[in-house]
Nanobody
Framework: QVQLVESGGGLVQAGGSLRLSCAASGSFFSMYNMGWFRQAPGQEREFVAAISRSGGTIYYADSVKGRFTISRDNAKNTANLQMNSLKPEDTAVYYC??????????????????WGQGTQVTVSS
């Protein structure tokens, strides 16, 4: 099992940047593929980015490609999401997720067994 805790959310103006971190505790972090999802009020939780166990394979949602960067540090048991050029439509609760297997490139919620509690990101216009 793995436990996940997100941090780094906050309020930022449009065009600004934030860096989210996901700290994992438990065993063998390097065995887990990691994903970031977000959920705005009244909307479904949606895929943002995913990174494989080694970090060698990365996927992004089209809406964040070129602005967000996902990374991981297996030595520190952390996964990160660098968010640049933020837009008001990026406002949501951001969640990190983990699982040992992917079925569909880690792009869907049901591919992940473990979730953090979420961190709020608010982008003002």
């Amino acid at each position: 099992q793995v436990q996940l805790v997100e941090s780094g959310g906050g309020l930022v103006q449009a065009g600004g940047s934030l860096r989210l971190s996901c700290a994992a505790s438990g065993s063998f972090f390097s065995m887990y593929n990691m994903g970031w999802f977000r959920q705005a009020p009244g909307q479904e939780r949606e895929f943002v980015a995913a990174i494989s166990r080694s970090g060698g394979t990365i996927y992004y949602a089209d809406s964040v490609k070129g602005r967000f960067t996902i990374s991981r540090d297996n030595a520190k048991n952390t996964a990160n999401l660098q968010m640049n050029s933020l837009k008001p439509e990026d406002t949501a609760v951001y969640y990190c997720a983990a699982d040992q297997r992917w079925g569909r490139q880690g792009r869907t919620k049901d591919e992940y067994a473990y979730w953090g509690q979420g961190t709020q990101v608010t982008v003002s216009s």
